[in-house]
């Protein structure tokens, strides 16, 4: 699921065998499942964890954020590399990954908690640290119901669009977030590590529009020579990685960068989503983060020696997140001919297909495709990515109709 499926392909092309264990929730990915021959569905722990011994398996990965908790429950149990088990519960829940920081006296962002409209209207009442704020599910992904809010009223309205809805996890929001703004630029920092030392793989400046109200993502451009700033906020990352007790395998970090200095936006404990097609990758930083992953698992001596080499990519990589100008069904998508001749074009993955909806314009999840360029001057890349986001934001990119429903309602 999700970028899953390079990590397993990557295990595969090295000649290792993986057993896709998917849970029941999951049912229709498993079903689905003609990749690999060796595919279970956990229903019970014991039975589970049988099977593995049987199979010999020697190692348990999470292949995606579905994962995450299962994965490292299983692996203790075997006695195979894991993370630390009473952290486990931070690893994937906003709160208490905010707490276990504040535990380890790593800088954080202002939140709470809360469950009601009225708990809600006491936290606006007690806040003192101004507007505007955030309103995000307690546990999801992709951006899923984030809003920045600049009144208490629209805080309210933002609660009441995601309290007790099903999220992007396929959780209930049962408790919303209310959290500080954070002002600043924002970053990706990807690790892999092995017996808690962390190797950094990539790092990533964001550009995030806002729009509506949601933060929308619009491409990430790696950088291959960090400022000093910059190396500030790896070491804090990697200050996060311990406080949450993440010591083996493939990490996913967002922060901010604010005058403050770096804040935690949040660390997931897998490869980075929603698409890993390596093959830019290793055009730009000569291997892919899930490559690395099957390094330090079925390589380990190669994977030690890279810690002796300073991170240092020749060329630089960014990833578009191509967007619609507004919902419908795609009928054709035009701006492929300008973009394709954009200096540093490299590839596209995950597009969508004519004749199909495109919808969630705001989410991060790559539903309208992903655009990666390779190059080793940034400015050029710069140009290209300011060419790209002109085409969709004038429409250019993508040709829509609405859909049926729509213009049963009178809706152009």
């Known amino acids: 699921m999700s970028t899953g499926a390079e990590l397993a392909q990557a295990f595969r092309e090295e000649g290792a065998e993986c057993l896709h264990l998917y849970e029941p929730e999951h049912l229709p990915a498993y079903d689905a499942d003609d990749v690999s021959p060796h595919t279970f569905l956990h229903r019970d722990r014991e039975d589970t964890l049988r099977l593995l011994r049987q199979v010999g398996a020697t190692a348990v990965i999470a292949a995606s954020e579905f994962g995450v908790t299962l994965a490292d429950t299983l692996a203790a149990a075997l006695g195979l590399d894991h993370h630390r088990r009473e952290l486990i519960g931070a690893r994937r829940d906003k709160q208490l990954m905010v707490r276990a920081l504040e535990a380890a ?3 954080t962002a202002r939140t709470v908690p809360v ?3 009225a708990a809600l209207r006491r936290a606006l009442a007690a806040w003192t640290g101004g507007f505007p704020v955030m309103v995000k599910p307690r546990n999801s992904a992709g951006s899923d119901g984030c809003r920045i809010c600049r009144t208490p009223e629209e805080a309210l309205a933002a609660f009441g669009a995601i309290a007790d809805e099903w999220n992007l996890m396929g959780e209930r929001n049962d ?16 690790t892999v590590s092995r017996s808690g030392r962390h190797l950094l793989s990539e790092v990533y400046r964001e550009r ?15 950088r291959p020579t960090p400022t000093a700033e910059e190396d500030g906020l790896v070491a804090y990352v990697l200050d996060c990685l311990d406080a949450l007790g ?35 990758y290793f055009a730009g ?8 992953v099957v390094e330090r698992y079925l390589r380990p001596e190669a994977f030690a020696a890279r810690f002796e080499v300073p991170y240092a990519p020749e060329r630089i990589v960014a990833k578009a ?5 507004g919902d419908g069904v795609l009928q054709a998508v035009d701006g492929l001919r300008t973009l394709r001749r954009l200096p540093g074009f490299h590839s596209l993955d995950k597009m969508p ?15 309208s495709g992903i655009a990666f360029f390779v190059h080793d001057d940034a400015e050029v890349l710069d140009a290209s990515l300011a060419a790209l986001h002109a085409l969709e934001d004038s429409g250019a990119l993508f040709r829509l109709r609405p859909e049926p429903s729509l213009v049963a309602q009178g809706v152009n």
Not at 175 to 189: C, D, K, S
Not at 260 to 267: D, F, N, Q, S, Y
């Open 285 to 292: 930083f000569g291997y892919s983060q899930q490559h690395l």
């Open 246 to 280: 993440i010591r083996e395998g493939a990490a996913h970090t967002e922060v901010m960068l604010t005058p403050a200095g770096p804040r935690l936006i949040e660390v997931n404990s897998r490869v980075m989503g929603p698409s890993l097609s390596p093959d830019p």
């Open 208 to 222: 995030i529009d806002h729009v509506d109200g949601a933060p929308v993502l619009r491409h990430i451009i790696s």
């Open 105 to 107: 006296g790593v800088p």
């Open 115 to 117: 469950r009601s409209e």
């Open 321 to 325: 997140f191509l967007r619609p100008h």
């Open 353 to 367: 297909a004519v004749g199909e909806p495109v919808r969630d314009r705001y989410l991060t999840t790559a539903a």
């Open 175 to 190: 408790e919303v977030l209310l959290q500080e703004f954070l002002a600043g630029t924002q970053y990706i920092v990807n």
